[in-house]
Nanobody
């Protein structure tokens, strides 16, 4: 059973930085044959869940939404089985609950929530002016 646990959320000022972590269990980043895709999503109050970035455990390929491209960086730590989301130059519009999600296989360029099978509980990010 795949389990995902997010951490690292908090309160940060506009223009600041924050790093989120997603610790995964139930599969291994080391297994390049049975590859998985891990993605970060976010959901602000009253808005739909939005895909932010994704990465595949096969070769580390990444994909970003236009709204965060150039400001956010997704990376994977294979020994720790953990995916990070480094967020920089944060804006008030980045305020949301951030979730990580997983799907078996390589779907790195797909940031549709329905494509992902397992989800974490979310971590709140608040960007204040």
């Amino acid at each position: 059973e795949v389990q995902l646990v997010e951490s690292g959320g908090g309160l940060v000022q506009v223009g600041g930085s924050l790093r989120l972590s997603c610790a995964a269990s139930g599969f291994s980043f080391d297994d390049k044959i049975d590859a998985h895709t891990i993605a970060w999503f976010r959901q602000a109050p009253g808005k739909e869940r939005e895909g932010v970035a994704s990465i595949t455990t096969a070769d580390g390929s990444t994909y970003y939404s236009d709204s965060v491209n150039g400001r956010f960086t997704i990376s994977a730590d294979t020994p720790r089985n953990t995916v990070y989301l480094q967020m920089s130059t944060l804006k008030s519009d980045d305020t949301a609950v951030y979730f990580c999600a997983e799907r078996r296989g390589i779907v790195v360029s797909t940031l549709w929530p329905s494509f992902y099978d397992s989800w974490g509980q979310g971590t709140q990010v608040t960007v204040s002016a």
